[in-house]
C-alpha cells in the first residue's frame, strides 16, 4: 500500500522509468493518470464510446509493448499522445467516419455555483461546437486547452511544424468563434476552457 501511494507522488517520466525498470503498478500509475484524459482526446472523431474506449486501450498497448523505447528528453505525455494520435490515424486511413459530436462534462472550482453553471455551459458550447473542425485542428485545441501543452510539443505530437500548429489553432478559433453565437460567451477559449480533465 505504501508502495502505491509513493508511486502517486513520482512524475510522469519517473514512473515511465520505473515501468521500463519492469514495475507493473508505475505503468498502472499512468493508465490511471491519463486514461479518461486520453478517452477525451480521441472521442470527438470517433463513432462510439466502445470505439474510443478500444483505442485507448490499443495506445495503453502499443505504450506498454515500446515503453523501453521512451526517451526521458522528452515528456511522457507528449510520447502517449503522440502515439494515440497516429494510431487515430490508422484507424482513419482504415475506416472512413463521419464528425461525431463531444460534449466534455468538466468539475469547476468556482464557489459560486451560477459561475460554474455559466462556466460549464461555455465549455460544453465550446467542445460541441468543435465538432465543425477538422481532425487537425481540434486535435490542436485540446492538447493547447485542456494538457495545456505548448507548440513545441503539440508540432511533436501532431507531426507538424510550429508555425503548422498556431495556423491549426488560429484556424479552430476563427471557425468556433463563428459557430458560437451566444451573449454568454464573451472570452476567449482560454478563459472558458479548464486547464485539465
Not at 502515439?83 to 464557489?111: M, Q, W
Request: charged residues 25%; positive net charge; aromatic residues 10%.
Amino acid at each position: 500500500m505504501a508502495n502505491l501511494s509513493a508511486n502517486k507522488q513520482l512524475s510522469d517520466e519517473e514512473l515511465a522509468v520505473q515501468a521500463q525498470a519492469g514495475s507493473h503498478p508505475c505503468f498502472e500509475e499512468l493508465v490511471y493518470r491519463y486514461g479518461q484524459r486520453l478517452f477525451h482526446f480521441l472521442r470527438a472523431k470517433m463513432p462510439t464510446d466502445q470505439d474510443t474506449e478500444d483505442l485507448v486501450q490499443e495506445t495503453f498497448l502499443k505504450v506498454y509493448r515500446n515503453i523501453r523505447r521512451f526517451d526521458l528528453n522528452y515528456k511522457f505525455s507528449t510520447w502517449l499522445y503522440t502515439t494515440a494520435a497516429r494510431l487515430a490515424i490508422s484507424h482513419f486511413r482504415k475506416k472512413r467516419i463521419d464528425k461525431y459530436e463531444s460534449t466534455v462534462e468538466v468539475p469547476y472550482a468556482s464557489p459560486d455555483p451560477r459561475q460554474q453553471m455559466i462556466a460549464r455551459d461555455n465549455t460544453k458550447n465550446i467542445w460541441h461546437a468543435s465538432r465543425c473542425l477538422g481532425q487537425n485542428q481540434y486535435q490542436a485545441l485540446w492538447l493547447r486547452y485542456i494538457e495545456d501543452m505548448p507548440v513545441k510539443e503539440i508540432a511533436v505530437v501532431l507531426n507538424k511544424t510550429r508555425l503548422h500548429v498556431r495556423v491549426l489553432l488560429h484556424l479552430a478559433r476563427l471557425k468556433l468563434a463563428k459557430k458560437i453565437k451566444r451573449p454568454a460567451f464573451t472570452g476567449e477559449i482560454e478563459e472558458t476552457a479548464p486547464a485539465a480533465v
